[in-house]
């Protein structure tokens, strides 16, 4: 297959990258849940790779800069440059509606890839696909001036209080499969808060609920 040379991974189980191709709209069996898998790995390995570059900035910098790297904006063209557009099996109406170009699908495409790789693979072989995906992007201390989206404030925002990180669950989904909205809940533990947020996509829907939070939060002027 064409996408696994340009992945330098030749999948052991190749029904793993069908999956990680694989939109809710096509499919019962989707690639949600290889999304949230890649989702934590992404983040691990993009944070190894600027703990190596960026030798001398501090933690907090570090978040932030990390945020700019795996939000939709930055992997949608690491997508795009894959040509997942071309390899990801939508329903007739997601097709018709233009999904195979929408931003939040094809991002959520490439995490499930890295997940699919991780589990095929394991994580040298994830962490080694990640690298060469940002071999081309310029990383730099300046990165981290660029303003932090609404989940990476709250977890800064709790970190700073000592308090555990939110926890985020999708609590229902409406309309048909090509055009589902997700309604998710930002809960709070320790605080015993919690807050909902809706999205046309997991990612949107979650950074709605973590508005909602800080906002919860900041009105409640917890110390």
């Known amino acids: ?88 099996r939508l329903g007739e109406g997601e097709m018709r509606s233009g999904g195979q170009n929408r931003p939040s699908i094809l991002a959520d495409a490439l995490e499930a890839v890295i997940g699919a790789v991780y589990l095929d693979g394991g994580f040298s072989a994830a962490q080694a696909l990640v690298n060469r995906l940002y071999q081309s992007v310029e990383i730099n201390p ?25 926890l985020y669950s999708v609590v229902g989904t409406q309309g048909a499969a090509h055009r589902q909205t997700f309604d998710v809940e930002c809960e709070v533990v320790e605080l015993a808060l919690s807050e909902r947020g809706i999205g046309g996509s997991r990612r949107a829907a979650e950074q709605s609920a973590a508005t909602a939070m800080l906002q919860n939060l900041k009105s409640r002027q917890t110390p």
């Not at 330098?8 to 989707?30: E, K």
């Not at 790779?49 to 990390?66: A, C, F, M, N, W």
């Not at 300046?142 to 990180?165: S, V, Y």
Request: aromatic share 6%; hydrophobic share 45%; charged share 20%.
């Open 1 to 88: 297959m064409a996408l696994q040379q340009r992945l330098y991974h030749p999948f052991a189980d190749p029904g793993l990258l069908v999956l990680a191709l694989t939109h809710r709209s096509f499919s019962a069996n989707h690639n949600e849940r290889l999304e949230f898998l890649g989702d934590s790995v992404l983040g691990l390995c993009v944070a190894h790779l600027l703990y190596q570059r960026l030798s001398t900035l501090p933690e907090g910098d570090l978040s932030r800069v990390r945020a700019s790297l795996v939000r939709q904006e930055a992997l949608h063209p690491l997508a795009v440059a894959l040509g997942l557009s071309d390899m990801i």
């Open 142 to 166: 300046a990165m981290q001036a660029i303003g932090k989206d609404p989940k990476t404030e709250l977890q800064e925002w709790l970190q700073a209080r000592h308090f555990n990180l939110p």
